[in-house]
Each structure stands twice: as C-alpha cells, then as structure tokens.
C-alpha cells in the first residue's frame, strides 16, 4: 500500500511554496521540476498522490496518468491550475484543483484526494 501521505509534485514555479504548504500539513512532498523528471522517480506504491502543474504537453500527462494507474490502481492523480485556465480533461486525473489564494483549501483538496 503507498504511503498515504507521499505526494510527487511536478511544477515548473517552485517558488510557488506548494511543497512547503503540504509539508507543514504533515505531507512528504517529493518536488519534480518536468514530467520526465517525475517519470524517473514514480514508481508503483512509491506515492499516493502525483499533482501535476499544466506546463506544455497536457497530452503527456495525461497519457502519464492513464498508463501510472494501470500499473498502480490506489495511484491518484491531479492537476493543478491557476482559476481561469480549467484544462480539458478526459477520465484519468482524479481532480483537478483551481489555485486560490487560500492555502487551507488546497490542503483540504490535497487531503481528500489522499485519504
């Protein structure tokens, strides 16, 4: 069973603090700066949640989240996006979470996608 609070967090603005807002709320955070550098650290049961921030290829993540979850079914995905820019999504992605300002609602999010 994955660590229900290991998340990979793929986002091209680290200076975002995402990783420091879930890390305080007691998540394990693993930061991946590309989806190339987030495919060489997934592994099956190694991360309960991957959230992923659009940056170019939705296609690939997509195509990412599909082929992660055949492999590992508790495996949960989901996008991350400024509130405006809802990418259009087919089944795959378990959420996709509109970014506020407003840190208790991304945790929140967060949290129910891990549990």
Request: hydrophobic content about 40%; proline content about 7%.
């Amino acid at each position: 069973m994955p660590n229900r609070k290991s998340i990979l967090l793929v986002t091209h603005r680290p200076l975002t603090l995402h990783d420091t807002v879930l890390a305080a709320h007691g998540f394990k955070v693993h930061t991946a700066h590309s989806l190339d550098e987030a495919k060489a650290q997934w592994a099956p049961g190694k991360f309960r949640l991957m959230l992923v921030e659009p940056n170019g290829d939705l296609q690939e993540a997509l195509q990412f989240c599909h082929a992660s979850k055949k492999v590992d079914p508790e495996f949960r995905f989901a996008f991350i996006t400024r509130q405006g820019t809802y990418p259009t999504v087919d089944t795959c992605p378990d959420d996709v979470i509109m970014l506020q300002y407003n840190p208790e609602h991304f945790v929140q999010r967060v949290s129910e996608l891990v549990s």
